[in-house]
């Protein structure tokens, strides 16, 4: 079992930058896979990043290719978000999760994930 929580949320203008972090209970969290999902409001969660166990193996969804950027601390429990050059269709709750399984790499669905965070909204105004 694992409990994560997110924070570094915030409103902020296009263009600008937060990174969002999330922090992860137990010793087990260094042989996880950890991945970033957002959901904006009226619309289905969607994939935004993901890191593996060992962090050897990272990569993004298109649209934010080249401005976020995730990493991980295992002797932090924290895995990371890094989001620059803001967009207002960035705006939407983040979420951390977590996948126990030890797959070759990372996945890119929900359903791979066991443990999930409450979320931290991200704001971005025009």
């Known amino acids: 079992q694992v409990q994560l929580v997110e924070s570094g949320g915030g409103l902020v203008q296009a263009g600008g930058s937060l990174r969002l972090s999330c922090a992860a209970s137990?010793?087990?969290?260094?042989?996880?896979?950890m991945g970033w999902f957002r959901q904006a409001p009226g619309k289905e969660r969607e994939f935004v990043a993901a890191?593996?166990?060992?962090?050897?193996?990272?990569y993004n969804t298109d649209s934010v290719k080249g401005r976020f950027t995730i990493s991980r601390d295992n002797a932090k429990n924290t895995v990371y978000l890094q989001m620059n050059s803001l967009r207002p269709e960035d705006t939407a709750v983040y979420y951390c999760?977590?996948?126990?399984?030890?797959?070759?790499?990372?996945?890119?669905?929900?359903?791979?994930?066991?443990?999930w965070g409450q979320g931290t909204q991200v704001t971005v105004s025009s």
């Open positions: 999760a977590a996948d126990p399984s030890r797959s070759s790499v990372p996945a890119d669905w929900g359903s791979a994930y066991d443990y």
């Open positions: 137990g010793r087990t969290f260094s042989s996880y896979h």
């Open positions: 890191i593996s166990w060992t962090g050897s193996h990272n």
